[in-house]
């Protein structure tokens, strides 16, 4: 079946600028959770919806950041006047529902590589 | 806040030698521990995890992990390492935080396997 889909795969911006990066989550996934990684780093957590509502945006690093999943299935993470640091992978996973447990198994997307010039 | 530590940053092995990658974790609750493994030019995959039970558990390609609690560790294993395991390996945890289902990853370890 198909997997966590992102699109682009690649984005180059310039500073100041405003992007958008979507995520298709897998079919019938109720969580969706964002994670940004930098260079060298693990992924960190930056949001986690569950159905339609942000549950957890305590990882979103400022308010340049949002986000939203308007119908519960795909999700966009907007990121507006763009910085030099905000150059990342931008990874979506996607698990059957939130909550400790196997039911919580979360699948990744191929990411989204985020260039700010 | 929980944090999740890999003690290295690139191990090098010849094929066929044993592996074993540390990860230690700050939470002391419940926790869901897993290794996540990312090879060259692709996404994250799940290699093994662990929920509750047996602490000893078993992933795909012969990989394995031990949770010891009272270590707060969860190291991965693998007996005989190919030249395919060359990857990116990443511990990762749940803890039983208010409501916060969130991965909380470490920063990786960098397996690189000659040939």
């Known amino acids: 079946g198909a997997g966590v889909s992102q699109t682009p795969s690649n984005k180059v911006t310039e500073k100041g600028k405003y992007v958008e990066l979507r995520c298709d989550p897998i079919?019938?996934?109720?969580?969706l959770y964002w994670y940004r990684q930098s260079l060298g780093q693990g992924p960190e957590f930056l949001i986690y919806?569950?159905?339609?509502?942000?549950?957890?945006d305590s990882g979103l690093p400022n308010d340049r950041f949002f986000a939203v999943r308007p119908e519960g299935s795909v999700s966009t993470l907007k990121i507006q006047r763009t910085e030099r640091g905000d150059s990342a992978v931008y990874l979506c996973?996607?698990?059957?529902?939130?909550?400790?447990?196997?039911?919580?198994?979360?699948?990744f997307g191929p990411g989204t590589r985020l260039t700010v010039l | 806040a929980q944090s999740v530590s890999q003690h290295n940053h690139h191990v090098i092995l010849s094929e066929a030698a044993s592996l074993e990658l540390g990860c230690n974790y700050s939470?002391?609750?419940?926790?869901?521990l897993f290794w996540y493994v990312q090879y060259p030019g692709q996404h994250l995959q799940l290699l093994l995890k662990?929920?509750?039970?047996?602490?000893l558990v078993k992933g795909i390609k012969g990989f394995e992990a031990e949770f010891i609690k009272s270590k707060f560790s969860f190291n991965l294993r693998k007996p005989s390492v190919h030249w395919s395991d060359t990857a990116e390996y990443f511990c990762?945890?749940?803890?039983?935080?208010?409501?916060?289902?969130?991965?909380?990853f470490g920063k990786g370890t960098k397996l690189s396997v000659i040939p």
């Open positions: 939470y002391g609750g419940t926790v869901n």
């Open positions: 990762a945890v749940i803890s039983s935080g208010a409501g916060s289902y969130q991965l909380t």
């Open positions: 662990y929920f509750s039970g047996d602490p």
């Open positions: 079919s019938g996934h109720t969580a």
């Open positions: 996973a996607s698990s059957l529902t939130s909550g400790r447990g196997p039911r919580n198994e979360q699948f």
């Open positions: 919806f569950q159905g339609t509502g942000a549950a957890d």
